[in-house]
């Protein structure tokens, strides 16, 4: 086991630090990470992140703890979310967000001034949780952008960085980006500028896994 879930400590579970002293403790024993799907909303999603925070920076595995979901981040006065990201990047924790349903979308800008670690994800691809998720991590980033109402290009850009090195970040894969040496996975789209790809989702024209060729214009290679 590399990465030891949790889930809101004190929504979940009803004891946050009880649940939060397990997570840690097998993290310091077996030498893994934790992910924490954190959903509590308002105040109580927030204090939570503090107790995360703290616990971090004392067990020194900075890098290796993430709030997934973070509802309460996208929900908290400007004021508290700059402290609250000073205070993740700090110690070393980040976030990731899903733009699920209606729930509220860490906010991208305020995590990338601070510093903090963010990323994107897919939270169901077609499955009980909902029928709308495709695995198109484009299409994921172009709907944070959409509900963080994120609309300068630079803006935008601070999605697509958080929906590409901000997940290799998180995941500690190196050899990731468009560099000698970095694994060739990536893709290929008509657009102007990376802004413009991102809200227009274009189709893919190439894409790459591991330096073979897999899909020209929406198609499988070969087909």
């Known amino acids: 086991v590399e990465v030891i879930g949790g889930l809101d400590p004190a929504g979940y579970d009803g004891n946050p630090n009880g649940q939060l002293d397990v997570l840690f403790d097998l993290a310091e024993k077996y030498g893994a990470g934790i992910d924490i799907h954190l959903h509590d909303r308002g105040a109580l999603g ?10 971090t920076k004392a067990t020194g595995l900075a890098g290796r703890v993430t709030i997934s979901h973070a509802y ?4 908290v006065e400007p004021g508290e979310q700059r402290r609250i990201a000073e205070s993740l990047a700090d110690a070393g924790v980040s976030m990731v967000t899903c733009a699920v349903g209606s729930s509220p979308v860490v906010p991208v800008r305020v995590m990338a001034a601070a510093g903090a670690g963010l990323a994107l994800g897919n939270d169901g691809i077609r499955d009980l949780w909902t029928p709308y998720g495709d ?7 172009m709907q944070v952008a959409f ?3 994120l609309v300068a290009d630079e803006e935008i850009e601070l999605a697509l960085v958080a929906g590409t090195y901000g997940g290799a970040a998180l995941l500690g894969i190196e ?10 996975d990536l893709f290929t789209v008509d657009a102007e500028t990376p802004a413009a790809a991102v809200v227009s989702v274009p189709p893919r024209a190439l894409v790459v ?9 929406g198609s499988l290679a070969g087909n």
């Open 135 to 141: 695995g198109d991590m484009l299409r994921r980033i």
């Open 46 to 55: 927030a204090w939570q992140y503090d107790l995360i925070a703290a616990r």
């Open 147 to 149: 509900r963080d109402r």
């Open 209 to 217: 896994k591991r330096g073979r060729v897999v899909a020209r214009h």
């Open 72 to 75: 309460a981040m996208g929900e």
């Open 175 to 184: 050899d990731y980006g468009l560099r000698v040496g970095a694994a060739a």
